[in-house]
């Protein structure tokens, strides 16, 4: 799929352009937009005075039904000092266009390919937008496989940083007793080609939906474990990231490699 991508002109607020989804607060010193793909209107939320030719630390918005009631990506990233931050939602996500009268494709077809293609897309794009050296993500509860997809397409990736997520696609289906997702792109099929990226997993150990054996088993996999590490927070479960202060702020992101 080759599309152009424009900016609409739901730059300065995203009041009036969203459609049957609840905004979230918009932090200071963000600006939302809407960016078009082929199929889907995807929100994202830029900081402001983005710096050029440096890293971009893209937050991934978290599983909804299609709209997540809180967005927490957006609630760590307004924590996070880091100046070259853009949060991105999901496709179908605070803006819903007649595609997205198929529950499936932000469902049991959410990390199927053709659907990650249109994310890459709007990465790649924002990307040469602000002439990026690399990129590093950080995922809430969904949107590891997304991140994972994206640096296996985009390389130079510097970093990935999932918090309380999904690692193995299969096995989380499996253990909360949910369909399967036949055509998803699962990052642990891929671990070859992944494990050396830099990786941190948070975890709360109370958490039984993405659990800590899930991220410890994820981990061991990897043909080069030593890039990754899982991170136990106590007293934590599933819920209320945002609430928490996480060791990566404030830490810049490292060099890529040539």
């Avoid at 009041?15 to 979230?24: E, I, K, L, R």
């Avoid at 939602?89 to 819903?96: D, G, L, M, N, V």
Wanted: with cysteine; proline share 7%.
């Amino acid at each position: 799929m080759k599309k152009i991508l424009l900016l609409l002109l739901c730059a300065l607020s995203i009041t009036g352009c969203a459609n049957n989804a609840s905004d979230p607060v918009v932090p200071k010193g963000y600006t939302p937009k809407i960016v078009e793909t082929e199929h889907f209107s995807l929100t994202v939320w830029e900081k402001d005075n983005i710096e050029p030719k440096k890293t971009l630390r893209f937050y991934i918005t978290e599983d909804g039904d299609p709209t997540p009631d809180q967005n927490t990506a957006l609630a760590l990233a307004a924590k996070d000092p880091y100046q070259n931050i853009i949060v991105i939602s999901r496709p179908c996500q605070y803006y819903k266009n007649k595609v997205c009268s198929k529950s499936a494709i932000w469902r049991e077809a959410r990390y199927n390919p053709e659907i990650l293609e249109e994310m890459n897309e709007l990465v790649s794009f924002l990307i040469r937008k602000h002439k990026a050296t690399s990129s590093e993500f950080v995922t809430v509860n969904g949107g590891a496989p997304v991140a994972f997809y994206l640096a296996d397409k985009l390389g130079r990736t510097v970093r990935i940083i999932t918090i309380a997520d999904i690692l193995d696609v299969d096995a989380y289906t499996k253990e909360n007793d949910l369909p399967s997702m036949n055509e998803a792109y699962n990052p642990v099929d891929r671990k070859n080609k992944i494990a050396t990226i830099p990786q941190v997993h948070y975890v709360g150990d109370q958490d039984t939906v993405t659990t800590r054996r899930m991220a410890e088993r994820f981990v061991a996999r990897l043909r080069n474990p030593r890039f990754a590490i899982v991170k136990v927070v106590p007293d934590q479960g599933h819920d209320h990231w945002e609430e928490v202060t996480l060791d990566y702020y404030g830490i810049k992101p490292p060099k890529p490699k040539n």
